[in-house]
Nanobody, 127 residues
Framework: QVQLVESGGGLVQAGGSLRLSCAAS????????MAWFRQAPGKEREFVSA??????????SDSVKGRFTISLSRDNAKATVYLQMNSLKPDDTATYYC??????????????????WGQGTQVTVSS
Protein backbone atom coordinates (compact mmCIF):
# COMPACT_ATOMS: atom_id res chain seq x y z
CA GLN A 1 0.00 0.00 0.00
CA VAL A 2 1.52 3.31 -1.10
CA GLN A 3 1.45 6.08 1.51
CA LEU A 4 1.32 9.73 0.38
CA VAL A 5 1.98 12.71 2.65
CA GLU A 6 1.66 16.28 1.38
CA SER A 7 3.28 19.39 2.83
CA GLY A 8 4.01 22.99 1.89
CA GLY A 9 0.59 24.59 1.83
CA GLY A 10 -0.14 27.91 3.44
CA LEU A 11 -1.36 31.47 3.02
CA VAL A 12 0.19 33.66 0.34
CA GLN A 13 -0.67 36.93 -1.36
CA ALA A 14 -1.70 37.04 -4.99
CA GLY A 15 1.36 36.98 -7.21
CA GLY A 16 3.34 34.99 -4.68
CA SER A 17 4.76 31.47 -4.82
CA LEU A 18 4.51 28.22 -2.91
CA ARG A 19 6.05 24.79 -3.35
CA LEU A 20 4.08 21.72 -2.42
CA SER A 21 5.73 18.40 -1.70
CA CYS A 22 4.29 14.91 -1.63
CA ALA A 23 6.38 12.11 -0.17
CA ALA A 24 5.49 8.60 -1.25
CA SER A 25 6.60 5.58 0.74
CA UNK A 26 5.90 1.85 0.82
CA UNK A 27 5.79 0.00 -2.50
CA UNK A 28 6.88 3.08 -4.45
CA UNK A 29 8.24 0.75 -7.13
CA UNK A 30 4.63 0.18 -8.17
CA UNK A 31 3.95 3.86 -8.91
CA UNK A 32 3.60 4.71 -12.58
CA UNK A 33 2.21 8.26 -12.44
CA MET A 34 1.95 10.89 -9.72
CA ALA A 35 -0.43 13.81 -9.91
CA TRP A 36 -1.82 16.84 -8.15
CA PHE A 37 -5.51 17.64 -7.88
CA ARG A 38 -7.29 20.43 -6.05
CA GLN A 39 -10.72 20.98 -4.61
CA ALA A 40 -12.29 24.27 -3.60
CA PRO A 41 -15.31 24.42 -1.29
CA GLY A 42 -18.49 23.49 -3.14
CA LYS A 43 -16.62 22.41 -6.25
CA GLU A 44 -15.56 19.09 -7.71
CA ARG A 45 -12.01 17.86 -7.45
CA GLU A 46 -10.09 19.02 -10.49
CA PHE A 47 -6.90 17.94 -12.18
CA VAL A 48 -3.87 20.22 -11.84
CA SER A 49 -0.82 18.34 -13.11
CA ALA A 50 0.68 14.87 -13.56
CA UNK A 51 4.09 13.34 -14.17
CA UNK A 52 5.31 9.87 -15.08
CA UNK A 53 7.44 8.03 -12.52
CA UNK A 54 10.54 8.56 -14.66
CA UNK A 55 9.82 12.28 -14.82
CA UNK A 56 9.92 12.13 -18.58
CA UNK A 57 6.40 13.31 -19.36
CA UNK A 58 4.18 15.91 -17.75
CA UNK A 59 0.69 17.30 -18.18
CA UNK A 60 -0.91 20.50 -16.93
CA SER A 61 -4.41 21.88 -16.84
CA ASP A 62 -4.91 25.01 -18.91
CA SER A 63 -5.59 27.05 -15.78
CA VAL A 64 -2.09 26.47 -14.36
CA LYS A 65 0.03 25.96 -17.49
CA GLY A 66 2.93 28.40 -17.51
CA ARG A 67 2.60 29.15 -13.79
CA PHE A 68 2.99 25.75 -12.11
CA THR A 69 5.79 23.22 -12.55
CA ILE A 70 5.66 19.57 -11.50
CA SER A 71 8.80 17.57 -10.81
CA LEU A 72 9.74 14.27 -9.23
CA SER A 73 12.72 12.84 -7.39
CA ARG A 74 13.43 9.27 -6.36
CA ASP A 75 15.74 8.04 -3.64
CA ASN A 76 15.89 4.32 -2.99
CA ALA A 77 12.47 3.31 -1.68
CA LYS A 78 11.00 6.83 -1.61
CA ALA A 79 9.61 9.12 -4.26
CA THR A 80 8.74 12.79 -3.86
CA VAL A 81 6.66 14.86 -6.25
CA TYR A 82 6.79 18.65 -6.11
CA LEU A 83 4.49 21.35 -7.39
CA GLN A 84 6.12 24.74 -7.76
CA MET A 85 3.34 27.31 -7.93
CA ASN A 86 4.18 30.81 -9.14
CA SER A 87 2.06 33.86 -9.92
CA LEU A 88 -0.64 32.56 -7.63
CA LYS A 89 -4.17 33.88 -7.97
CA PRO A 90 -7.11 33.88 -5.54
CA ASP A 91 -8.76 31.29 -7.84
CA ASP A 92 -5.95 28.89 -6.94
CA THR A 93 -7.28 28.71 -3.38
CA ALA A 94 -8.17 25.09 -2.63
CA THR A 95 -7.12 21.96 -0.84
CA TYR A 96 -4.41 20.33 -2.92
CA TYR A 97 -4.20 16.55 -3.06
CA CYS A 98 -1.42 14.29 -4.22
CA UNK A 99 -2.38 11.09 -6.03
CA UNK A 100 -0.58 8.07 -7.43
CA UNK A 101 -1.48 5.57 -10.11
CA UNK A 102 -0.07 2.06 -10.36
CA UNK A 103 -1.82 0.76 -13.46
CA UNK A 104 -0.53 2.62 -16.49
CA UNK A 105 2.02 5.19 -17.60
CA UNK A 106 -0.69 7.19 -19.37
CA UNK A 107 -1.13 10.67 -17.90
CA UNK A 108 -4.81 10.80 -17.02
CA UNK A 109 -6.93 13.56 -15.55
CA UNK A 110 -9.83 11.68 -13.99
CA UNK A 111 -9.61 11.46 -10.18
CA UNK A 112 -11.31 8.06 -10.07
CA UNK A 113 -8.42 6.52 -11.99
CA UNK A 114 -5.89 7.11 -9.24
CA UNK A 115 -5.30 4.39 -6.68
CA UNK A 116 -3.73 6.28 -3.79
CA TRP A 117 -4.38 9.69 -2.24
CA GLY A 118 -2.81 11.93 0.35
CA GLN A 119 -4.71 13.76 3.05
CA GLY A 120 -4.49 17.16 1.34
CA THR A 121 -2.83 20.47 2.11
CA GLN A 122 -4.58 23.84 2.14
CA VAL A 123 -3.46 26.65 -0.16
CA THR A 124 -5.03 30.06 0.37
CA VAL A 125 -4.25 32.99 -1.91
CA SER A 126 -5.35 36.39 -0.70
CA SER A 127 -6.13 39.27 -3.04
Amino acid sequence: QVQLVESGGGLVQAGGSLRLSCAASDRTFSITVMAWFRQAPGKEREFVSAITSSGGRTDYSDSVKGRFTISLSRDNAKATVYLQMNSLKPDDTATYYCAADSDTFVLRRQPRIYDYWGQGTQVTVSS
